[in-house]
């Protein structure tokens, strides 16, 4: 379904906050575009023509933006004011492709911006794993939001 955009980004928007939906793929370019490794020298890297069509798909609703940079910032209203906050991504590894599909279940409804996601295998161990790069921009009223609707369903 992504296969032929993960061979071939071109990214038309230049902003550091993409959004992920059905009317923008820039935010999905971006995401396939931001190729970094782990650069201990012992790991591989996965070519993300061969795995991230398949995460895309069972994923690709719970992720909400991509960044073009690791820290960014965004507009709110706290207090009665406009306010500029700053984020700090947080880098995460998982063992397994169930560990990652289990933090995105656990995390559907949030608000996820991704800077990158990777796939390795580490030499010495010959295990794979993955890298992700993530802030959670959820607000306070989002999360009260998400727990009435569990509550109601």
């Known amino acids: 379904m992504y296969s032929e955009l993960i061979k071939n980004p071109r990214q038309i928007y230049k902003s550091s906050l993409l959004p992920i939906d059905g009317y923008c793929l ?7 575009d931001t190729d970094l490794g782990i650069g201990n020298g012992f790991t591989a890297t996965f070519d993300k023509t061969l795995w991230l069509n398949d995460f ?9 933006y991509v960044t073009a940079t690791p820290d960014f910032s ?4 706290e207090g009665g004011k406009l306010s500029e906050k700053i984020v700090k991504s947080v880098s995460i590894d998982f063992d397994s492709e169930s560990a990652l599909d289990d933090f995105f279940e656990k995390n559907d409804g949030r608000v996820l911006v991704l800077f990158n996601i990777s796939k390795h295998l ?3 161990t010959m295990k794979v794993f993955f890298h992700m790069r993530y802030a959670d921009i959820t607000t306070i009223d989002q999360v009260r939001d998400e727990k009435l609707n569990k509550i109601l369903k």
């Open 74 to 77: 965004i507009a709110c209203y």
């Open 26 to 32: 820039d935010g999905l370019i971006k995401l396939i």
């Open 122 to 124: 580490d030499m010495k």
């Open 56 to 64: 895309l798909i069972k994923h690709i609703k719970k992720i909400k």
